[in-house]
Protein backbone atom coordinates (compact mmCIF):
# COMPACT_ATOMS: atom_id res chain seq x y z
CA UNK A 1 0.00 0.00 0.00
CA UNK A 2 0.68 3.62 -0.67
CA UNK A 3 2.18 5.83 2.60
CA UNK A 4 -0.13 7.86 4.01
CA UNK A 5 0.51 11.71 3.07
CA UNK A 6 2.86 13.48 6.17
CA UNK A 7 0.68 15.54 8.27
CA UNK A 8 -0.32 19.08 7.98
CA UNK A 9 1.37 20.58 10.57
CA UNK A 10 4.99 19.20 9.48
CA UNK A 11 4.37 20.18 5.89
CA UNK A 12 3.50 23.68 6.50
CA UNK A 13 5.80 24.98 9.60
CA UNK A 14 5.13 28.46 10.54
CA UNK A 15 8.03 30.55 11.23
CA UNK A 16 8.74 31.51 14.92
CA UNK A 17 7.45 35.19 15.45
CA UNK A 18 10.60 37.76 15.72
CA UNK A 19 11.90 38.16 19.16
CA UNK A 20 10.88 41.88 20.21
CA UNK A 21 13.98 42.33 21.81
CA UNK A 22 16.29 41.47 18.84
CA UNK A 23 14.23 43.61 16.69
CA UNK A 24 15.05 46.46 19.21
CA UNK A 25 18.39 45.93 19.07
CA UNK A 26 18.32 45.85 15.43
CA UNK A 27 17.03 48.94 15.51
CA UNK A 28 19.07 50.67 17.74
CA UNK A 29 22.20 48.76 15.82
CA UNK A 30 20.71 50.29 12.57
CA UNK A 31 20.42 53.93 14.05
CA UNK A 32 23.69 53.81 15.47
CA UNK A 33 25.52 52.89 11.82
CA UNK A 34 23.69 55.66 10.67
CA UNK A 35 25.53 58.18 13.30
CA UNK A 36 28.55 56.38 12.91
CA UNK A 37 28.69 56.97 8.97
CA UNK A 38 27.63 60.75 9.24
CA UNK A 39 30.43 61.46 11.63
CA UNK A 40 32.88 59.55 9.36
CA UNK A 41 31.78 61.66 6.17
CA UNK A 42 32.06 64.90 7.95
CA UNK A 43 35.37 63.71 9.27
CA UNK A 44 36.52 61.79 5.84
CA UNK A 45 35.42 65.23 4.15
CA UNK A 46 37.33 67.70 6.61
CA UNK A 47 40.81 65.45 6.10
CA UNK A 48 40.41 65.95 2.67
CA UNK A 49 39.55 69.10 2.50
CA UNK A 50 42.71 69.95 5.24
CA UNK A 51 44.96 67.59 3.37
CA UNK A 52 44.24 69.35 -0.20
CA UNK A 53 44.80 73.44 1.36
CA UNK A 54 48.43 72.05 1.95
CA UNK A 55 48.19 70.98 5.94
CA UNK A 56 49.61 67.44 6.26
CA UNK A 57 49.14 66.70 9.78
CA UNK A 58 46.02 67.10 10.55
CA UNK A 59 45.01 65.06 7.54
CA UNK A 60 46.27 61.70 8.35
CA UNK A 61 45.10 61.22 11.74
CA UNK A 62 41.85 62.08 10.42
CA UNK A 63 42.19 59.68 7.63
CA UNK A 64 43.06 56.82 10.23
CA UNK A 65 40.25 57.74 12.85
CA UNK A 66 37.37 57.59 9.54
CA UNK A 67 38.70 54.44 8.52
CA UNK A 68 38.07 53.04 12.04
CA UNK A 69 34.48 54.23 12.07
CA UNK A 70 34.61 52.43 8.89
CA UNK A 71 35.52 49.39 10.29
CA UNK A 72 33.08 49.30 13.35
CA UNK A 73 30.34 50.23 11.04
CA UNK A 74 30.88 46.74 9.22
CA UNK A 75 31.25 45.56 12.53
CA UNK A 76 28.31 46.39 13.98
CA UNK A 77 26.71 45.36 10.31
CA UNK A 78 28.15 41.93 10.93
CA UNK A 79 26.21 42.19 14.39
CA UNK A 80 23.21 43.17 13.04
CA UNK A 81 22.73 40.14 10.70
CA UNK A 82 23.30 37.32 13.42
CA UNK A 83 20.72 39.16 15.70
CA UNK A 84 18.51 39.69 12.97
CA UNK A 85 19.13 35.49 12.22
CA UNK A 86 18.59 34.54 16.22
CA UNK A 87 15.33 36.45 15.89
CA UNK A 88 14.04 34.39 13.25
CA UNK A 89 14.29 36.72 10.62
Same mark, same amino acid.
Given at each position: ????? %?? !??? %???????????????? #?????????? !????????????????????? #? %????????? !?????? !??? #?????? %???????
Amino acid at each position: MAEAP %AP !LSR %ARRIPPAPDRRALAVI #GGANVFIGIL !LVIQMWLLSASLETFLSGHDE #G %AVPGAIVSG !LLFAGC !LLL #GRFMDR %AERTAGG
